[in-house]
């Protein structure tokens, strides 16, 4: 099987990119001496997963009870369940818990703690948890000002059989910077209001080992990591052209693309037409926001190399239109019904979501591997 | 198993209202003397596809050749591929021919007519064929007035295993239109453009039987089907935001919601938390353009009520933000961790795509089928 034989749409995943973006952040991480616990939430495969080394692989972060669920059954034993918990999603949690694995909750209310500690106190098991602290304003956790650090700190503490492990924050607003300055300040900021959260608890005499922090844009441009402990990130793996927009990695880095077909033109109008739209390569305009707007996808030739302002610019169903990012002419005799060709994604964790598995390569036209994803809840 | 107990987050669907989306619809095409052929891409569950009743039941529209598989598979034998062909599916077309089906491919150019008349050579087998005809600049197919209509149509006429069908074109800047008026002026269009093709081709001498247009809006409110033959329309099975921002039904008709649950709150934001992102809700935006703008979808309550002004007004991977559309102060003692609420989808095809099955109600809490749906390609 190669990329001339395999069904279009489909997912292409170029492994010796993804082993340069995994050494990357390992090294960079491991240099500040902290622990990176990768995110399984981009990739949603084992065998991502398992291109990490030691210590980065023996502890793990997912999205969904069942990316636990199938992690843990191909061995990841340490595992952070990174979305507020809620109260129906414990027993899961306890059965996976039962069966050997390490499963770490995050939670920021006082009703998601009584239901945490209740069902821990029900099954006589021991719930490891973390307290999610809001830094920027982006999403959850709780205001590292408020009176409920401390109020909700003393409670998980005291709980009996809770394992109150410390606090954990994501900036997410990283994404929405313009330059590295920017991240640079996000990044210091993520750190800083973490590692006082962890201070006031302390000081207030409830231990708090550790302190979680990350996402792809600050793990790579932070330059300080003290008191930190860990750094969470997923999407470096793949890399995107978020992510290239935002400096963290360049066009070459992106391992992950949509293998397409032309199906027509409209040459009045300097249009291509693929056999890829919004179900294959995500409604997620991500670079809608930055300096250079990538439609849905960056138009690369069979090989990956980008054509010189070919994108995506609409999407339908089933189709994608291509245009020239300028207006220039196209010169359609290079793109005759047939041809295929590879989009670069806006956001790998859309595009990769809207298939089952990665088409393997290792640069050339050749799949080595089929691996499988896990989309879904269930 | 009842909406209190599946897992979150998860697609509902009403049956009652799809069966009342589907008998209104039926009933105004038959009423037109037109046929229906009903567009399996929404659904994708041949479940769903099975309410229809003769003859809207006896031909269907796909959009992927794995859903042309699958309803063949389970009875459905009319088959209308309507995405332009590419020469590399042929293959499977013609597996699926040689099985039994018929499989009518559209096409718009001369190398797809080329490549489609040289495999029915290949394997000795008739394969029925539409020209695919833009009547509002959209997408896809040829202009009208342009010349390749009848060298196109002489083409499939005199290909030996061809069997030239007609005319096929779809209304897609409908979904564009501020009210009935326009839709009903687009009706026309999409009516008249492919009639007169049907007309110029048979002044030339080439058969001309089939006129296949159609979308929900156009289908909905076209007066006049004069010189059509058959009609395709897919969302209104379930209807959706965007249909109801279009007029084509009231909110109450949409039968398409994702059950979540809230895990958080941000009191000083005015926000709840739910644990349904883009992963379930899609990044589908189609009512940004609208009058009412629903953000990532309306939120009801766990009967499928409206909660008057409550939307998700932003998605993470497997967050939502639910607020205000007036920034009123939410009681969020009404919203507790735990509360689950259901989410009306701008798109109900790109919502339904996030999910692998419906769970399906009869209006009341308990869930009466699973049933599956078929993404992807493979």
């Given at each position: 099987m190669n990329l001339h034989s395999i069904n279009t749409p489909s997912l292409i995943l170029d492994r010796e990119k993804v082993r340069k973006n995994i050494n990357r952040m390992e090294q960079h991480i491991s240099t500040q001496g902290v622990s990176l616990r990768p995110h399984g939430k981009t990739a949603k495969s084992v065998d991502v997963m398992q291109m990490f080394h030691e210590p980065s692989r023996s502890g793990i972060t997912v999205s969904t009870l069942k990316e636990a669920e199938y992690y843990f059954n191909h061995g990841f034993q340490d595992i952070l369940y990174a979305v507020g918990i809620s109260p129906q999603k414990l027993d899961r949690i306890f059965a996976l818990i039962h069966r050997g694995a390490r499963i770490t909750i995050i939670l920021d209310s006082l009703a998601q703690a009584d239901a945490a500690a209740n069902a821990a106190q029900h099954y006589r098991t021991r719930l490891p948890v973390l307290m999610e602290i809001d830094c920027d304003g982006h999403?959850?956790?709780?205001?590292?000002?408020?009176?409920?650090?401390?109020?909700?700190?003393?409670?998980?503490?005291?709980?009996?059989?809770?394992?109150?492990?410390?606090?954990?924050?994501?900036?997410?607003e990283s994404y929405g910077c313009r330059g590295i300055d920017c991240i640079r300040q996000t990044a210091e900021l993520e750190r800083t209001r973490a590692v006082d959260c962890k201070m006031r608890l302390e000081k207030a005499g409830i231990p708090c080992p550790v302190v979680s922090i990350g996402s792809t844009p600050t793990a790579t441009f932070g330059r300080d990591f003290s008191g930190v402990t860990e750094v969470r990130a997923g999407v470096f793996m793949f890399q995107d052209l978020v992510m290239a927009g935002l400096q963290v990695c360049h066009i070459d880095d992106i391992a992950l693309s949509v293998l397409a077909t032309v199906i027509g033109h409209q040459k009045e109008k300097n249009w291509i037409i693929i056999d890829a739209g919004w179900t294959a390569l995500s409604r997620d305009r991500g670079t809608a926001r930055q300096i250079v707007d990538h439609g849905y996808g960056m138009v690369c030739g069979f090989s990956g190399k980008p054509i010189n302002g070919l994108y995506v610019s609409s999407v339908y169903q089933e189709h994608g239109v291509i245009t020239h990012r300028e207006g220039k002419e196209i010169v359609m005799d290079r793109f005759p019904v047939g041809r295929r060709v590879r989009i670069l994604p806006n956001h790998a964790c859309a595009t990769a979501a809207s298939f089952n598995s990665y088409n393997v390569v290792d640069g050339s036209e050749e799949i080595v591997h089929q691996w499988d994803r896990i989309n879904g809840w269930d």
């Open positions: 999403r959850s956790g709780i205001n590292p000002d408020s009176s409920l650090l401390l109020y909700l700190g003393r409670y998980l503490d005291a709980a009996s059989f809770l394992d109150f492990q410390g606090v954990l924050t994501h900036a997410g």
